[in-house]
Nanobody
Framework: QVQLVESGGGLVQAGGSLRLSCAAS???????LGWFCQAAGKEREFVAA????????YYSDHAKGRFTISRDNAKNTVYLQMDSLKPEDTAVYYC?????????????????WGQGTQVTVSS
């Protein structure tokens, strides 16, 4: 069984930074972790993803250049460093685990999800 616990969300002013963490138990059964966000009234969207073994990273166009995903295999934890935050980044951010190689941006491929952490960026 894979369990994911996110932390690090909060309220920040535009231009500020936040670092989200996702602690994974049972991660040896997974291929990688992804971060997705869901704003009020909108569908869940891909943000970034990383594989555990090779550390290959994937970013949405919206995240590229501002967000950095990384992992600490010893701690079974994945981080999302978010810089230059904008009000449109306001959303609930979820981490999710996938078990097999494939499209790391498709949320339908991720069977395990955390509870989410709120990120609010004020203008």
């Amino acid at each position: 069984q894979v369990q994911l616990v996110e932390s690090g969300g909060g309220l920040v002013q535009a231009g500020g930074s936040l670092r989200l963490s996702c602690a994974a138990s049972g991660r040896t059964f997974t291929y990688g972790l992804g971060w997705f966000c869901q704003a009020a009234g909108k569908e869940r969207e891909f943000v970034a993803a990383i594989t555990w073994s090779a550390g290959s990273t994937y970013y949405s166009d919206h995240a590229k250049g501002r967000f950095t995903i990384s992992r600490d295999n010893a701690k079974n934890t994945v981080y999302l460093q978010m810089d230059s935050l904008k009000p449109e980044d306001t959303a609930v951010y979820y981490c999710a685990a996938v078990q097999t190689m494939g499209d790391m941006s498709d949320p339908r491929r991720f069977p395990y999800w955390g509870q989410g952490t709120q990120v609010t960026v004020s203008s």
